[in-house]
């Protein structure tokens, strides 16, 4: 069974030295903990889907199809668009602490996890993707539902989020689509899928 898990670790560890080996200098990150070495690779992958993944919201919505989505004058202003990313930046570091959770869990053993596709088959594999998606979009709706109901999250994180989305809900910044489905779907699907789509073949 170790050995098993031992791929996991492999991967992951894999992943860390593409993102960390590539943009940080060796001695700032290679005696850090495994678990810290995680966190930092999905922060800084977590960061450049939420900034790549609005930028191109922002220019498909605004500039390529002006006026077909929004009337002329819902253009949020650079001051709206910025406190967005301020609150996504603040909420940032703890999104990433989900995979990284996650991941740590799958290493242990503490889930029921297959390295490869063909440890389970294909009809199972989209069966426990549906089902994992299912999880965590329940997962989502009810801890967006908790920071509208604790006033102290709302109040000093979850407010500025409605600041714009109230009046329009096109914000590419403020979307929940934009920050958590599309960073855990990309975190936690696809990189997965590749490589054993890759370690198969």
């Known amino acids: 069974m170790e050995d098993y898990l031992q791929l996991f670790v492999d991967e992951t560890s894999f992943y860390n030295r593409i993102v960390l080996g590539n943009l940080l200098p060796e001695n700032l990150w290679k005696a850090l903990p495994h678990f810290i070495q995680t966190w930092i690779r999905n922060y800084i992958g977590g960061t450049a889907v939420y900034f790549i993944s609005g930028f191109l919201w922002s ?37 990433c ?6 991941e740590y869990m799958v290493e242990n053993g503490w889930t029921r996890c297959f390295s ?12 426990y993707l549906a ?9 989502i709706y009810w801890a967006h539902r908790e920071l509208h109901d604790i006033k102290p999250l709302y109040k000093y994180l979850h407010a500025t989020h409605h600041i714009y989305n109230k009046q329009n809900t096109l914000s590419p910044f403020a979307g929940k689509f934009q920050l958590s489905r599309s960073f855990n779907f990309h975190s936690f699907v696809l990189p997965y899928m590749l490589v054993v789509c890759l370690c198969e073949s």
């Open 97 to 102: 602490l989900l995979p990284t959770l996650s």
């Open 116 to 127: 490869r596709i063909s440890d389970v088959g294909w009809p199972l594999y989209l069966l």
């Open 131 to 139: 089902v994992y998606l299912a999880i965590v979009e329940f997962g």
């Open 59 to 95: 220019f498909y919505i605004y500039y390529w199809k002006r006026n077909v989505y929004l009337p002329k004058d819902a253009i949020p202003s650079t001051k709206a668009m910025f406190l967005q990313i301020v609150v996504a930046m603040k909420a940032m570091p703890w999104y």
